[in-house]
C-alpha cells in the first residue's frame, strides 16, 4: 500500500505531476488553484528537478506545454475557468499537432470572470470543442482527492498512448477540499524520447517536424481523417463510468464530479425513504458512456441529472436515452451548490411517479 | 458510524483549524474524513467555515443539508446554521460572543463560554480548542487523546511550545460536559 495522507485536492494534483516523473509544470495563479503553483515551487524542483515555472499568462503557460511535450517531455499545466478559456488555441493546437499533455481545469463560476466559487459551466467547452476545429481533448472528471491522485497518472497514459491532450474536469470544491489519499510511488522521469518528437534531425533520418498547418484542402483532409480514426479507437477503448446499487434501481441519479458525490447523498436519503435510486458517474466525460445510458433507459422510468450549470451533460444523457424515458435536469449556477435536499425535493416533485 | 459537523465563525478565531485537527485524528483512527472549507468572499474579512465529515465508511458528498452537529463562534454563525441541526443533534456555542440564544428545543445545546475562558488562560487563540473539547465530549467522534496526537501533525514544530496551553484549553473544553 502506498504512503496515505490527508491532502487538499490541489496540493493532491500537485503531488501526483511531482510522483509521475512530470518534467515540467508551466501555469499562472488563479483562484480556486492556486495552491498548486505553490505546492510545486515548494516541493517539486528539489525533489525531482522538475521545471516549475510561473509563466506571464494562461496563454503564454500552454503555449510552453505546446514546446516542452512536443520535446517528448511530461508536461502539465492547471487553470480555472477564465484562464482555460485563454488556453483554447493552444490546445486546439495542440490536438492539431498530436502533441500530448495533461491539463487541469478548476472549474470555478462563470460567464466572464465570474466567481471563485465551485461550478461545472465548463463541460460543454471541455467536451464540444471550446478550441477550433475537429478536434476532442480526452476528458476525465474526478469526483475525490484520491481521483485528483490517479487521474493524474492515467492522464499522462492516455495523453502519451494517444498523442492527445487530455483534461482533467474538475472544480473549486474538490480542489479545496482535503481528503484521505493514497500515493503511488515516486516514478522515475523519462530518459528515452519517442521517435516523433523534436529532440534534432536523427542521422540520416528525415527532419522532425510538429505543425497543424496543411494548406492543400487534400492534405488537411487526410490529417483530419487519421484524427477521426483515433477518436473512434478512444470512444471504444477508454470510456469510463461508475455505478451504484443500478441492479434494483427504479429511478437513476446522474452527474459527474462533485454533482455526482452529492447525487450518491441524495440516492442514500432516496433509499431511506423507499425509493429505489442508482447511480451513474460519467468518470470520462469524453469519450461519454452513451451505451450505458442507453441500456439503463431500457429498464428504469426516469433519471436525474444533476449538475453545477444551467444543464449541459444533460444534452448528452437525453442524446442517448432519445426519449424512451424522462429525463430531468436539476442544477444551480454561479457557484452554489445544490444540497442533497434540493434533488431529493426535484425528484419528488418532477420525476418520481411521473412527476404527481 | 457517521459524524456530520460544520464549524462556523469569524476567520481568525481558528474554526477551519477545529475540522482540519478533528479531520487529522480522524485519520490517525483509520476512519474515512472529509474536510471542506468555505473559501469565497466570507473568507476575505467575514464568517467562515469548514464541514466536516468523520466516518468509519466511505463518504459520499462533502455537502450536506443538515449537520450532527453544528460548532458556532459568532451571531452570524448562530443565525445561519441553528436551523440546520438534524434533530436530536448537537449545536455548540461560544456564550461570550454570541448573545441571542438558540430557540430550538429538540436539539441538545451546549452553551459554553469559551471566548471568557480562553481569557483567563492568557490566550485567546485557544478558544477553538476549548469548544473543540466540548465537542468531542459530547460526541465521542474520536477519541481525545487522538485530538491531541493530532495536534502535533497540524502545528508547524515552532509552535510545538504552545501545546500544552492547547491541552490544557482541549482539556478545559470537556470538563464542561464532563462533570
Known amino acids: 500500500m502506498g504512503e496515505i495522507k490527508l491532502m487538499k485536492g490541489n496540493e493532491a494534483l500537485a503531488e501526483a505531476m511531482i510522483r509521475a516523473g512530470c518534467d515540467g ?4 495563479p488563479i483562484t480556486p488553484q492556486s495552491e498548486v503553483l505553490e505546492y510545486l515551487s515548494r516541493e517539486a524542483t528539489k525533489r525531482t528537478g522538475m521545471v516549475v515555472l510561473q509563466a506571464e499568462s494562461e496563454i503564454a503557460s500552454i503555449n510552453m506545454i505546446y514546446g516542452a511535450a512536443g520535446c517528448g517531455r511530461r508536461v502539465m499545466t492547471t487553470s480555472s475557468s477564465p484562464g482555460i478559456s485563454l488556453m483554447q488555441e493552444g490546445l486546439s493546437y495542440l490536438a492539431g499537432a498530436e502533441i500530448p499533455c495533461v491539463v487541469a481545469n478548476v472549474n470555478r463560476g462563470g460567464p466572464g470572470l465570474g466567481t471563485i466559487q465551485p461550478a461545472q459551466g ?10 477550433h476545429g475537429d478536434y476532442h481533448l480526452i476528458t476525465l472528471a474526478p469526483s475525490s482527492v484520491q481521483e485528483m491522485v490517479d487521474f493524474v497518472k492515467l492522464g499522462f497514459d492516455l495523453a502519451e498512448k494517444y498523442r492527445n491532450p487530455v483534461m482533467l474536469l474538475t472544480d473549486g470544491a474538490i480542489g479545496q477540499m482535503m481528503e484521505k489519499v493514497e500515493l503511488f510511488e515516486q516514478m522515475p522521469r523519462k530518459t528515452e524520447f519517442p521517435d516523433w518528437c523534436t529532440t534534432g534531425k536523427p542521422k540520416g533520418g528525415d527532419r522532425r517536424f510538429l505543425t497543424s498547418l496543411y494548406i492543400k484542402p487534400e492534405k488537411m483532409e487526410q490529417i483530419n481523417l487519421g484524427l ?17 446499487n443500478l441492479e434494483d434501481a427504479d429511478y437513476v441519479f446522474t452527474g459527474y464530479g462533485l454533482g455526482a458525490r452529492i447525487c450518491m447523498k441524495a440516492m442514500e436519503i432516496a433509499r431511506e425513504k423507499g425509493h429505489k435510486v442508482g447511480l451513474i458517474r460519467p468518470i470520462s466525460l469524453y469519450p461519454f458512456p452513451y451505451d450505458l445510458y442507453a441500456s439503463t433507459a431500457a ?9 453545477l450549470n444551467a444543464g449541459q451533460m444533460v444534452w448528452d444523457v437525453r442524446y442517448a436515452v432519445k426519449d424512451k424515458i424522462p429525463v430531468e435536469f436539476y442544477g444551480r449556477m454561479g457557484g452554489i451548490i445544490p444540497s442533497p435536499d434540493e434533488i431529493i425535493e426535484h425528484f419528488e416533485n418532477h420525476l418520481l411517479n411521473g412527476g404527481a | 458510524m457517521t459524524h456530520e459537523a460544520i464549524f462556523a465563525g469569524f476567520g ?25 472549507p468555505s473559501y469565497g468572499p466570507e473568507m476575505r474579512g467575514g464568517t467562515a467555515n469548514c464541514t466536516t465529515i468523520v466516518s468509519d465508511s ?3 458528498s462533502p455537502i450536506i443539508s443538515s449537520y450532527d452537529s453544528v460548532i458556532a463562534l459568532n451571531q452570524p454563525s448562530m443565525d445561519k446554521f441553528e436551523s440546520k441541526v438534524k434533530p436530536g443533534g448537537n449545536l455548540i456555542y461560544d456564550s461570550t460572543n454570541i448573545l441571542v440564544p438558540p430557540t430550538r428545543k429538540d436539539i441538545n445545546i451546549y452553551a459554553i463560554p469559551g471566548s471568557e475562558e480562553a481569557v483567563r488562560l492568557n490566550n485567546s487563540k485557544v478558544l477553538n480548542m476549548i469548544i473543540l473539547g466540548t465537542f468531542i465530549a459530547v460526541t465521542n467522534a474520536v477519541k481525545p487523546a487522538t485530538i491531541l496526537k493530532a495536534l502535533e501533525q497540524v502545528l508547524p514544530e515552532r509552535y510545538h511550545k504552545l501545546i500544552p496551553l492547547n491541552t490544557e484549553a482541549f482539556e478545559l473544553g470537556m470538563e464542561f460536559v464532563n462533570k
Request: one cysteine or more.
Open chain 2, 58 to 60: 466511505a463518504i459520499s
Open chain 2, 12 to 36: 481568525g478565531q481558528g474554526v477551519l483549524s477545529m475540522g482540519m485537527i478533528l479531520s487529522y485524528a480522524g485519520m490517525i483512527e483509520n476512519k474515512e474524513v472529509c474536510w471542506m
Open chain 1, 122 to 131: 465548463d463541460y460543454f467547452q471541455t467536451v464540444k470543442g471550446g478550441g
Open chain 1, 228 to 244: 477521426q480514426a483515433k477518436y473512434k479507437t478512444v470512444e471504444e477503448n477508454e470510456i469510463r463510468y461508475e455505478t451504484i
Open chain 1, 25 to 28: 509544470y508551466f501555469g499562472y
Open chain 1, 299 to 307: 429498464r428504469v422510468k426516469g433519471i436525474l441529472d444533476v449538475e
